[in-house]
Protein backbone atom coordinates (compact mmCIF):
# COMPACT_ATOMS: atom_id res chain seq x y z
CA UNK A 1 0.00 0.00 0.00
CA UNK A 2 0.88 3.70 -0.79
CA UNK A 3 2.62 5.80 2.46
CA UNK A 4 -0.08 8.82 2.97
CA UNK A 5 1.15 12.12 4.38
CA UNK A 6 -0.57 12.91 7.43
CA UNK A 7 -4.11 14.42 6.83
CA UNK A 8 -3.94 13.25 3.42
CA UNK A 9 -6.27 10.30 3.84
CA UNK A 10 -9.81 10.39 2.17
CA UNK A 11 -11.14 11.67 5.70
CA UNK A 12 -10.47 14.51 7.30
CA UNK A 13 -9.02 14.06 11.08
CA UNK A 14 -12.11 15.46 12.36
CA UNK A 15 -14.54 12.67 10.29
CA UNK A 16 -11.64 9.82 11.18
CA UNK A 17 -12.58 10.84 15.31
CA UNK A 18 -16.49 10.40 14.45
CA UNK A 19 -16.44 7.48 12.81
CA UNK A 20 -14.10 5.83 15.64
CA UNK A 21 -16.27 7.47 18.36
CA UNK A 22 -19.30 6.01 16.92
CA UNK A 23 -17.31 2.92 15.93
CA UNK A 24 -16.30 2.66 19.58
CA UNK A 25 -19.58 3.66 21.35
CA UNK A 26 -21.44 0.35 20.07
CA UNK A 27 -19.06 -1.84 21.95
CA UNK A 28 -20.11 0.23 25.05
CA UNK A 29 -15.97 0.68 25.69
CA UNK A 30 -14.88 2.51 28.42
CA UNK A 31 -11.51 2.62 30.39
CA UNK A 32 -10.50 3.30 34.09
CA UNK A 33 -6.96 4.31 35.55
CA UNK A 34 -5.84 4.28 38.55
CA UNK A 35 -2.65 3.33 40.31
CA UNK A 36 0.08 5.31 40.78
CA UNK A 37 3.18 4.86 38.57
CA UNK A 38 5.50 4.52 41.62
CA UNK A 39 3.77 1.22 42.31
CA UNK A 40 3.85 -0.76 38.96
CA UNK A 41 6.94 0.32 37.21
CA UNK A 42 10.49 0.48 37.63
CA UNK A 43 13.23 2.77 35.90
CA UNK A 44 15.98 0.77 34.50
CA UNK A 45 18.29 2.91 32.86
CA UNK A 46 19.62 6.04 31.01
CA UNK A 47 20.30 7.20 34.75
CA UNK A 48 18.48 10.44 35.55
CA UNK A 49 16.73 10.57 32.42
CA UNK A 50 13.96 9.06 33.17
CA UNK A 51 11.89 10.77 35.86
CA UNK A 52 8.47 9.62 37.65
CA UNK A 53 7.04 13.04 38.15
CA UNK A 54 3.76 14.36 39.74
CA UNK A 55 3.62 12.36 42.58
CA UNK A 56 3.76 9.23 40.39
CA UNK A 57 1.08 10.39 37.83
CA UNK A 58 3.83 11.45 35.01
CA UNK A 59 6.74 9.23 33.40
CA UNK A 60 9.09 11.24 31.38
CA UNK A 61 11.85 9.71 29.38
CA UNK A 62 14.68 10.92 27.95
CA UNK A 63 17.11 10.67 24.59
CA UNK A 64 20.36 12.77 24.47
CA UNK A 65 23.63 12.33 22.61
CA UNK A 66 25.09 10.18 25.19
CA UNK A 67 21.93 8.06 25.73
CA UNK A 68 18.42 6.77 25.80
CA UNK A 69 16.50 5.88 28.96
CA UNK A 70 13.72 3.13 29.70
CA UNK A 71 11.38 1.45 32.14
CA UNK A 72 9.83 -2.07 32.68
CA UNK A 73 7.21 -2.77 34.87
CA UNK A 74 7.47 -5.11 38.41
CA UNK A 75 5.11 -7.52 37.57
CA UNK A 76 5.64 -10.19 34.57
CA UNK A 77 2.40 -11.48 32.76
CA UNK A 78 1.03 -14.42 30.96
CA UNK A 79 -1.91 -13.65 29.54
CA UNK A 80 -2.97 -9.60 29.79
CA UNK A 81 -4.15 -6.64 28.77
CA UNK A 82 -1.90 -3.34 28.76
CA UNK A 83 -2.71 0.22 28.66
CA UNK A 84 -0.72 2.87 28.40
CA UNK A 85 -1.36 7.11 27.93
CA UNK A 86 1.59 8.08 25.55
CA UNK A 87 2.81 11.13 24.25
CA UNK A 88 5.30 11.32 21.72
CA UNK A 89 8.38 13.08 21.41
CA UNK A 90 7.31 16.35 19.18
CA UNK A 91 9.01 18.52 16.55
CA UNK A 92 12.11 16.58 14.51
CA UNK A 93 11.65 13.29 15.42
CA UNK A 94 13.78 11.65 12.85
CA UNK A 95 16.08 8.66 13.93
CA UNK A 96 14.13 8.42 17.24
CA UNK A 97 12.58 5.29 18.55
CA UNK A 98 9.61 5.27 21.56
CA UNK A 99 9.05 1.37 22.03
CA UNK A 100 6.54 -0.03 24.06
CA UNK A 101 6.39 -4.00 24.35
CA UNK A 102 5.82 -6.65 26.09
CA UNK A 103 8.79 -9.44 26.48
CA UNK A 104 10.29 -12.27 27.96
CA UNK A 105 14.04 -12.74 27.68
CA UNK A 106 16.45 -15.02 26.22
CA UNK A 107 17.62 -16.28 22.66
CA UNK A 108 14.11 -17.90 22.51
CA UNK A 109 12.27 -15.11 23.16
CA UNK A 110 8.58 -14.14 22.97
CA UNK A 111 7.84 -10.23 21.96
CA UNK A 112 4.77 -7.75 21.22
CA UNK A 113 5.94 -4.85 20.03
CA UNK A 114 4.77 -1.10 19.31
CA UNK A 115 7.23 1.17 18.22
CA UNK A 116 7.01 4.51 17.06
CA UNK A 117 9.23 5.46 14.08
CA UNK A 118 10.09 9.41 14.56
CA UNK A 119 10.24 11.43 11.32
CA UNK A 120 11.57 15.25 10.37
CA UNK A 121 8.85 18.04 11.34
CA UNK A 122 5.62 18.11 9.20
CA UNK A 123 5.91 14.43 8.84
CA UNK A 124 4.14 11.40 10.06
CA UNK A 125 5.47 9.00 12.59
CA UNK A 126 5.17 5.23 11.42
CA UNK A 127 3.60 2.74 14.21
CA UNK A 128 5.36 -0.08 14.25
CA UNK A 129 3.94 -3.43 15.34
CA UNK A 130 5.73 -7.16 15.35
CA UNK A 131 5.28 -10.21 17.17
CA UNK A 132 8.05 -12.69 17.72
CA UNK A 133 7.59 -16.20 18.69
CA UNK A 134 10.68 -18.59 20.25
CA UNK A 135 13.03 -15.39 19.06
CA UNK A 136 11.52 -14.93 15.60
CA UNK A 137 9.37 -11.95 14.36
CA UNK A 138 9.37 -11.08 10.79
CA UNK A 139 5.90 -10.47 11.13
CA UNK A 140 5.91 -6.41 10.76
CA UNK A 141 2.95 -4.42 9.99
CA UNK A 142 2.99 -0.87 9.78
CA UNK A 143 0.45 2.46 10.21
CA UNK A 144 0.14 5.89 10.22
CA UNK A 145 -2.08 7.35 12.71
CA UNK A 146 -5.11 9.27 12.05
CA UNK A 147 -3.97 11.96 14.41
CA UNK A 148 -0.98 13.64 15.42
CA UNK A 149 0.66 11.74 18.43
CA UNK A 150 2.65 14.37 19.64
CA UNK A 151 -0.13 17.14 20.09
CA UNK A 152 -2.05 15.17 23.27
CA UNK A 153 -1.90 11.88 25.08
CA UNK A 154 -3.37 8.51 23.62
CA UNK A 155 -4.22 5.24 24.96
CA UNK A 156 -1.79 1.93 23.05
CA UNK A 157 -3.08 -0.92 24.25
CA UNK A 158 -1.84 -5.02 24.01
CA UNK A 159 -4.31 -7.79 24.60
CA UNK A 160 -2.65 -11.21 25.01
CA UNK A 161 -5.32 -13.82 24.96
CA UNK A 162 -4.99 -17.49 24.70
CA UNK A 163 -7.16 -17.06 21.69
CA UNK A 164 -5.31 -13.66 20.28
CA UNK A 165 -3.32 -10.77 19.86
CA UNK A 166 -4.76 -7.63 19.39
CA UNK A 167 -2.95 -3.91 18.70
CA UNK A 168 -5.50 -1.22 19.98
CA UNK A 169 -5.19 2.64 19.30
CA UNK A 170 -7.90 4.64 21.44
CA UNK A 171 -9.60 1.31 22.08
CA UNK A 172 -9.63 0.59 18.44
CA UNK A 173 -8.58 -2.61 17.07
CA UNK A 174 -5.20 -2.06 14.74
CA UNK A 175 -4.03 -5.29 14.33
CA UNK A 176 -4.64 -9.05 14.93
CA UNK A 177 -2.69 -11.72 15.36
CA UNK A 178 -4.50 -15.54 15.52
CA UNK A 179 -3.63 -18.61 17.76
CA UNK A 180 -2.91 -20.62 14.62
CA UNK A 181 -1.08 -23.29 16.49
CA UNK A 182 -3.10 -26.30 15.06
CA UNK A 183 -1.61 -25.30 11.81
CA UNK A 184 2.03 -25.17 12.77
CA UNK A 185 2.22 -21.20 13.41
CA UNK A 186 3.73 -20.81 16.54
CA UNK A 187 1.98 -18.66 19.09
CA UNK A 188 3.27 -16.87 22.32
CA UNK A 189 1.62 -19.13 25.33
CA UNK A 190 4.33 -20.40 27.61
CA UNK A 191 6.54 -17.77 28.68
CA UNK A 192 5.43 -15.07 30.98
CA UNK A 193 6.02 -11.03 29.77
CA UNK A 194 7.38 -8.08 31.33
CA UNK A 195 6.51 -5.11 30.26
CA UNK A 196 9.01 -2.83 28.23
CA UNK A 197 9.66 0.57 27.23
CA UNK A 198 12.19 3.48 25.86
CA UNK A 199 13.02 5.86 23.99
CA UNK A 200 16.22 5.51 22.01
CA UNK A 201 18.54 6.63 18.99
CA UNK A 202 17.59 4.00 16.07
CA UNK A 203 18.71 6.47 13.18
CA UNK A 204 20.80 3.37 11.24
CA UNK A 205 17.17 2.26 10.04
CA UNK A 206 14.00 4.27 11.94
CA UNK A 207 13.37 6.65 9.95
CA UNK A 208 13.22 6.16 5.75
CA UNK A 209 15.60 3.21 6.38
CA UNK A 210 18.19 5.01 7.92
CA UNK A 211 18.36 7.57 5.24
CA UNK A 212 17.57 10.50 7.54
CA UNK A 213 19.71 11.03 10.86
CA UNK A 214 18.93 12.11 14.18
CA UNK A 215 19.58 15.95 14.47
CA UNK A 216 21.02 16.42 17.74
CA UNK A 217 20.44 20.00 17.49
CA UNK A 218 16.97 19.40 18.49
CA UNK A 219 17.64 17.45 22.04
CA UNK A 220 17.30 16.19 24.18
CA UNK A 221 13.91 14.58 22.63
CA UNK A 222 11.28 12.99 25.42
CA UNK A 223 8.39 10.99 25.64
CA UNK A 224 5.62 11.32 28.34
CA UNK A 225 3.60 7.95 30.24
CA UNK A 226 0.25 7.83 31.93
CA UNK A 227 -1.97 5.67 33.13
CA UNK A 228 -0.48 2.39 33.20
CA UNK A 229 -3.06 -0.44 33.59
CA UNK A 230 -2.59 -4.13 33.61
CA UNK A 231 -5.85 -6.24 33.63
CA UNK A 232 -5.92 -9.53 34.73
CA UNK A 233 -3.81 -12.96 33.95
CA UNK A 234 -3.28 -16.37 34.27
CA UNK A 235 -1.45 -17.14 37.24
CA UNK A 236 1.62 -19.91 36.86
CA UNK A 237 2.33 -20.97 33.16
CA UNK A 238 0.36 -23.77 31.94
CA UNK A 239 -2.69 -22.54 34.35
CA UNK A 240 -6.11 -22.09 33.16
CA UNK A 241 -7.47 -18.76 31.97
CA UNK A 242 -11.75 -19.82 31.53
CA UNK A 243 -11.93 -17.91 34.50
CA UNK A 244 -10.49 -14.92 32.10
CA UNK A 245 -13.29 -14.78 29.88
CA UNK A 246 -15.72 -13.62 32.42
CA UNK A 247 -13.35 -11.55 34.48
CA UNK A 248 -10.81 -10.19 32.02
CA UNK A 249 -13.29 -7.13 30.77
CA UNK A 250 -15.82 -7.19 34.04
CA UNK A 251 -15.42 -3.28 34.15
CA UNK A 252 -15.54 -2.91 29.91
CA UNK A 253 -18.62 -4.55 29.51
CA UNK A 254 -19.78 -5.53 25.87
CA UNK A 255 -15.66 -5.45 25.49
CA UNK A 256 -15.24 -8.75 27.46
CA UNK A 257 -15.71 -10.58 24.19
CA UNK A 258 -12.53 -9.25 22.54
CA UNK A 259 -10.79 -11.34 24.79
CA UNK A 260 -11.75 -14.54 22.73
CA UNK A 261 -12.30 -12.79 19.76
CA UNK A 262 -13.01 -9.66 17.64
CA UNK A 263 -17.23 -9.16 17.33
CA UNK A 264 -18.36 -7.19 14.23
CA UNK A 265 -17.97 -4.07 15.32
CA UNK A 266 -14.45 -4.58 16.16
CA UNK A 267 -14.00 -6.21 13.01
CA UNK A 268 -15.25 -3.34 11.37
CA UNK A 269 -13.29 -1.00 13.14
CA UNK A 270 -9.58 -3.30 12.43
CA UNK A 271 -10.68 -3.09 8.53
CA UNK A 272 -11.25 0.54 8.28
CA UNK A 273 -7.85 0.93 9.52
CA UNK A 274 -5.80 -0.96 7.65
CA UNK A 275 -7.67 -0.22 4.06
CA UNK A 276 -7.05 3.65 5.05
CA UNK A 277 -3.59 3.90 7.30
CA UNK A 278 -1.97 0.57 6.54
CA UNK A 279 1.33 1.38 4.99
CA UNK A 280 2.98 -1.79 5.27
CA UNK A 281 1.99 -5.57 5.88
CA UNK A 282 4.37 -8.48 6.00
CA UNK A 283 1.38 -10.61 4.55
CA UNK A 284 1.58 -8.76 1.19
CA UNK A 285 5.44 -8.70 0.98
CA UNK A 286 6.06 -11.36 -2.22
CA UNK A 287 9.58 -9.97 -2.43
CA UNK A 288 10.81 -10.78 0.85
CA UNK A 289 9.46 -14.15 0.75
CA UNK A 290 9.55 -15.34 -2.50
CA UNK A 291 9.48 -18.71 -0.98
CA UNK A 292 5.93 -18.12 -0.10
CA UNK A 293 4.42 -15.75 2.47
CA UNK A 294 4.39 -17.13 6.14
CA UNK A 295 1.41 -19.68 6.60
CA UNK A 296 -0.38 -17.31 9.27
CA UNK A 297 -0.50 -14.76 5.99
CA UNK A 298 -3.23 -17.83 4.38
CA UNK A 299 -5.20 -18.46 7.50
CA UNK A 300 -6.40 -15.28 8.63
CA UNK A 301 -9.15 -15.45 7.38
CA UNK A 302 -10.74 -18.47 9.15
CA UNK A 303 -12.24 -18.87 12.40
CA UNK A 304 -10.15 -19.20 15.79
Known amino acids: MKNQPLGSAAFSSFNVSAVLLLLSLTLGSSIVFARNLYDDLNLTWGNSRGKILDNGELLAVTLDKVSGSGFESRADYLFTRIDMQIKLVAGNSAGTVTAFYLSSKGDHHDEIDFEF????????????????????????QQFRLWFDPTADFHTYSILWSPQHIVFLVDETPI????????????????????????????????????????????????????????????????????????SIFSSFSNNRKLWNKLNYGALGQMKWVQKNYMVYNYCTDYKRFPQGLPKECYLSNLNY
Open 175 to 246: REFKNFERYGVPFPKYQRMKLYSSLWNADDWATRGGLVKTDWSKGPFKAYFKNFKAENECGSPGASCNSLTN
Open 117 to 140: LGNVSGQPYTLHTNVFCNGEGKRE
